[in-house]
């Protein structure tokens, strides 16, 4: 029997399959409003098959965005036309998630197809936020490093953005901190030089997610999952390495995080990513079995076949894709056909079902 097509529960919710979408930037939001495109882009995956569908990153505040044309969660207005949206997906069956996200220092850039060069604020861009004041790469714009008050905020921001999540009927919370990005940040030691509690050990360097997570738990239904992306490893010596990563997953599975998704690079420019098929899913594979918390693998899985053996050889416990639903919104359906799996189609396109 296939396991990519059996139903996974986690706390209250069931996924009627193993497959995820993951979340893929759009740079299609203005002032960080969904819009029809994202009905579309989230829709159709939905209608493809998979059983959970998560957002892109959505930034809990705007000097949190990526670039000018991201998705947001900051304010009020931002909730009706998500919960249409989230409507719709669960209609399909399938489940709604949100991905709640800070850039911090990799924020204030233009769009890939407008350079994806740091913007300055008289470019339209922001003054960044860092846990230390030092840039991504030379030649970017220092970071202000954020101070008590900063981080009060920021934390204030995720439980805001939480709380507006639920009211768009979200269903899941993925917390993003990975790729380089403010939580990534504060966790590796390249780029967090604090020298008070939120820097310097393991223990402090974890602070900042640790009251985040607390932050969202105090308003997020007890019923409902919590996500965790994190980058496994920097790729570079003397940065966060994968036995970090297995220790705060250990840490992270007392604080009410049920899953751990596993990606990784993305906070140095001197990262060496052996960049191939499957290139992640160690990562999910150990931080699974040295824990024993369920963990999501990322990253280059195109075939039906591969998220299959992942599953069967207990690798992981759900398949995050994203290229491969790019290509193919409708991966799930096809793949069930290829793996013998029954799966219900939308009523629409019975006809072209064989």
Same mark, same amino acid.
């Given at each position: 029997?296939?396991?990519?097509?059996?139903?996974?529960?986690? !706390?209250? &919710?069931?996924? +009627?399959?193993?497959?995820?979408?993951?979340?893929?930037?759009?740079?299609?939001?203005?002032?960080?409003?969904?819009?029809?495109?994202?009905?579309?882009? /989230?829709?159709?995956?939905?209608?493809?098959?998979?059983?959970?569908?998560?957002?892109?990153?959505?930034?809990?505040?705007?000097?949190?965005?990526?670039?000018?044309?991201?998705?947001? &969660?900051?304010?009020?207005?931002?909730?009706?036309?998500?919960? =249409?949206?989230?409507?719709?997906?669960?209609? =399909?069956?399938?489940?709604?998630?949100?991905?709640?996200?800070?850039?911090? !220092?990799?924020?204030?850039?233009?769009?890939?197809?407008?350079?994806?060069?740091?913007? #300055?604020?008289?470019?339209?861009?922001?003054?960044?936020?860092?846990?230390? *004041?030092?840039?991504?790469?030379?030649? @970017?714009?220092?970071?202000?490093?954020?101070?008590? *008050?900063?981080?009060? $905020?920021?934390?204030?921001?995720? $439980?805001?953005?939480?709380?507006?999540?639920? =009211?768009?009927?979200?269903?899941?919370?993925?917390?993003?901190?990975?790729?380089?990005?403010? /939580?990534?940040?504060?966790?590796?030691?390249?780029?967090?030089?604090?020298?008070?509690?939120?820097?310097?050990?393991? @223990?402090?360097?974890?602070?900042?997610?640790?009251? &985040?997570?607390?932050?969202?738990?105090?308003?997020?239904?007890?019923?409902?999952?919590?996500?965790?992306?994190?980058?496994?490893?920097?790729?570079?010596?003397?940065?966060?390495?994968?036995?970090?990563?297995?220790?705060?997953?250990?840490?992270? +599975?007392?604080?009410?995080?049920?899953?751990?998704?596993?990606?990784?690079?993305?906070?140095?420019?001197?990262? $060496?990513?052996?960049?191939?098929?499957?290139?992640?899913?160690?990562? *999910?594979?150990?931080?699974?079995?040295?824990?024993?918390?369920?963990?999501?693998?990322?990253?280059?899985?195109?075939?039906?076949?591969?998220?299959?053996?992942?599953?069967?050889?207990? =690798?992981?416990?759900?398949?995050?894709?994203? !290229?491969?639903?790019? !290509?193919?919104?409708?991966?799930?359906?096809?793949? *069930?056909?290829?793996?013998?799996? #029954?799966?219900?189609?939308?009523?629409?396109?019975?006809?072209?079902?064989?």
């Amino acid at each position: 029997m296939s396991k990519l097509f059996q139903p996974l529960t986690i !706390r209250n &919710i069931t996924f +009627k399959n193993r497959i995820a979408v993951s979340p893929m930037c759009q740079y299609s939001s203005t002032d960080g409003f969904a819009n029809d495109w994202h009905l579309v882009h /989230l829709g159709s995956r939905a209608a493809g098959g998979a059983g959970l569908i998560i957002t892109e990153a959505a930034a809990v505040s705007p000097e949190g965005r990526i670039s000018p044309d991201d998705l947001g &969660i900051w304010k009020d207005e931002h909730i009706d036309y998500l919960k =249409q949206i989230n409507e719709f997906i669960a209609a =399909q069956g399938a489940v709604p998630g949100i991905q709640l996200a800070h850039a911090g !220092r990799k924020a204030s850039h233009a769009a890939p197809w407008k350079g994806y060069h740091f913007l #300055t604020p008289e470019d339209g861009g922001w003054t960044t936020l860092a846990p230390s *004041a030092i840039p991504y790469k030379e030649g @970017e714009q220092t970071p202000l490093a954020m101070d008590k *008050a900063a981080i009060e $905020k920021l934390i204030n921001d995720f $439980k805001t953005a939480t709380i507006r999540s639920a =009211q768009a009927g979200f269903k899941v919370i993925e917390i993003h901190a990975a790729h380089g990005y403010l /939580l990534n940040e504060f966790l590796s030691p390249l780029s967090n030089h604090r020298s008070d509690e939120y820097g310097g050990s393991f @223990e402090n360097r974890i602070r900042i997610l640790i009251e &985040i997570i607390a932050a969202i738990r105090s308003v997020w239904d007890n019923d409902l999952p919590l996500f965790l992306r994190i980058s496994a490893t920097d790729w570079v010596e003397g940065g966060w390495t994968i036995e970090d990563s297995i220790k705060l997953a250990t840490i992270v +599975k007392e604080k009410g995080v049920d899953l751990v998704d596993c990606s990784s690079g993305g906070n140095s420019p001197l990262q $060496k990513i052996p960049v191939g098929p499957l290139y992640q899913v160690l990562f *999910a594979e150990q931080i699974k079995k040295e824990t024993g918390i369920l963990t999501g693998a990322v990253g280059l899985i195109t075939t039906a076949q591969e998220a299959e053996q992942i599953l069967q050889t207990q =690798q992981a416990d759900i398949i995050l894709m994203a !290229r491969q639903l790019l !290509r193919d919104p409708y991966f799930p359906l096809h793949a *069930a056909k290829e793996l013998d799996a #029954t799966i219900e189609w939308p009523m629409q396109y019975l006809r072209a079902k064989q």
